[in-house]
């Protein structure tokens, strides 16, 4: 009798045991059962790969991410915010250090936002980036010292004791550099346009232009640039505005076109 009871003891224990094992656990450890979200989050977070986004070159980045939140992008120019909500779909631009920066296709319109509130982790654990290890550098060699050069003997003398001093080589022409020539304003003007009629950008085009203009040189990068600004007409969501932009020629062509309220530069 004894013995079945004890049984008995024990076969409730593990049945109770059994059923109150997680409120158990918690009270013991302090530890709760892991929830099938958690366990998904945790399978996701330890296969996605361990690479740094900012190291990637535009070409091992994909052209599009998924939004996991809300990301709010603006036009430089015009200074238009709008609002993109979580779900959709946008262009990558570029990555700066944690964050990404997207836009909602080729307008002007750009937003940042971290990394982790994109998929841009997921599709990089889907196709990972092929990784080129640059070739070792080899070592450079410390070039031998030059001997030292022999003395010139002293100039022989003549019968009368008269020392004769060989004659010296004729000094070269000092070299004069002329300096770059400019173009006038009238050429900035012609590179300017030349570089809309080229399709150089894609934010304006030529037929909006209402105003070109010639105006001061400018240092930008230890570089000096001659610089000409235009007024053009563009349709925004305030209706027409007119807004300023500016070249920067070098060598007869236009090396960037900037915003001129902002700086930033148009692509």
Known sequence: MKLFLMLLGIAVAGLVGYRMEPRLRFIMTG???MSSADKARLHEATHLPAVDPASLTPDQLPAKVTLKADVKVTDAASEVTMTIPSGNRVKLVRIETTHAVVSPGDGPYTGSLPIFQ???MEQLAASPPVVVTPPPVPATLTPKPSPAPEPTP???GTPDNTVVTPPTAPTPAPVVETAPVTAGSDDVVKVMQASLKAGQIKEFTFDQVQEW???ANETAGGEVFQTGSISYNAETIFGAKTI????YVKGGKVERWVWTKTGMEIK
């Open 31 to 33: 530890i709760t059962p």
């Open 118 to 120: 994109t998929d841009l």
């Open 154 to 156: 002293a100039p022989a």
């Open 213 to 215: 203009k010639a105006e």
């Open 244 to 247: 300023q932009a500016k070249a």
